[in-house]
């Protein structure tokens, strides 16, 4: 069970929607201490853009939605917010009236979160709130909204798509989940006309946005192994639609890019990780379920580098960001990477909270933000 960011808490077996669902870090030997961080001489200048606070956000995790200019935000307990991407400043806040469960999608006109009880709310582009639906069950990934319609994903593994006007019902689709699944988010991707949804057992499923049907399902990785924790091999964070290729990483199994309209494999190479990828014109980065930090030629698949000075400190998922690469933990730090070699060139700090949701490139700005509810924008001098 999945969506488009990874689920922070260190919850044990769960039952959910008639399934297993497991979160690898409470596998992990207690006496494994992360990294220490050592000393570094930045060889980059970082600068707070703006910092903004929308709230804590719980047992989830919530990356924010850019939509053109604009940057939805949201917390656990109800607030959703609309910021400037470039400055930060606030265009509206509101209470959606419920808990809130899933990080927004928007597409600039209407933005979309899931909430409690399986709730679905969207509001339009000034926050006035729209519609509200009834998915199957609770909704941790990020709405998509594109092509006239907000697709949801629930965790028993039911897609739907919704009009996006009107709330009404246009489609659904249902998949099987395996018996034990990451207890995390696995997202959904627009690209195009299609929607790119990441699957239990290491399966990518592409979809017409607009109608639902069936375009391409391929298997990213096999899940091996004769128990069933072994055999666990879900796709990790969000698929990146890039240049005619989708691009995915999952649990125990491997990292590969896909031709976005047949599904037809590039490359595929084995990693396991816990988070997603990010992708440019020259590589794909993720960070394995260890720590380590590894790049890959988005040509090939060859391996790049990989830097493990970040061991066992519970990254997210990476972003290029100009010449550099960059990552949270679970302390709150950020840290550059350099996009050629690896190497670390800077380290800035935010507010001690963990930081799981993925982050975002807006023009010049990154922004992260931290389970505490800190939403920083850093920029490069």
Known sequence: MRVTEKLVA??????????????????????????????????????????????????????????????????????????????????????AGSDITSSPGSDGTVVAVGAAKGAVLAFDADGKQLWKAQASSEVLTAPVVGQGVVVVRSVDNRIVGFDAKTGERKW????????????????????????????????????????????????????RGATELERVSDIAGTPVVYEGEVCAVTYQ???????????????TKPI????????????????????????????????????????????????????????????GYIHFLSREDGALIGRVSTDGSPIVSAPVVAGSNLIFQTQSGTVTALAVE
């Open 253 to 267: 199994g491997k990292a590969g890019c896909f031709d976005a309209a047949t599904g037809v494999p590039r490359w």
């Open 10 to 95: 260190a919850s044990l077996l769960a039952l959910m929607a008639g399934c297993s669902s497991w979160n690898p870090f409470a596998s992990k030997d207690p006496k494994t201490e992360p990294a220490k961080l050592v000393e570094l001489k930045s060889s980059i200048a970082v600068r707070d853009a703006w910092k903004y606070s929308i709230g804590k956000a719980g047992v989830y995790a919530f990356t924010p939605a850019l939509a053109g200019s604009s940057l939805y935000v949201v917390s656990a307990d109800g607030a959703l917010a609309r910021l400037d991407a470039a400055s930060g400043r606030e265009t509206w806040r509101v209470k």
């Open 172 to 223: 659904t689709v249902q998949r099987v989940t395996p018996a034990l699944t990451l207890r995390n988010a696995p997202g959904m991707a627009l690209g195009g006309a299609n929607i790119y949804v990441a699957q239990p057992g290491g399966k990518l499923l592409a979809l017409t946005a607009a109608t639902g049907v069936v375009r391409w399902e391929v298997v990213v990785s096999e899940p």
């Open 272 to 331: 396991s990780s816990d988070v997603g990828v990010a992708v440019d014109q020259r590589f794909v980065f993720t960070a394995d379920d260890q720590g380590a930090v590894v790049a890959f030629s988005r040509e090939g698949g060859q391996s790049a580098w990989k830097n493990d000075a970040l061991a066992r400190r519970r990254l997210s998922t990476p972003a290029s960001y100009g010449r550099s690469v960059a990552v949270g933990d679970y302390q």
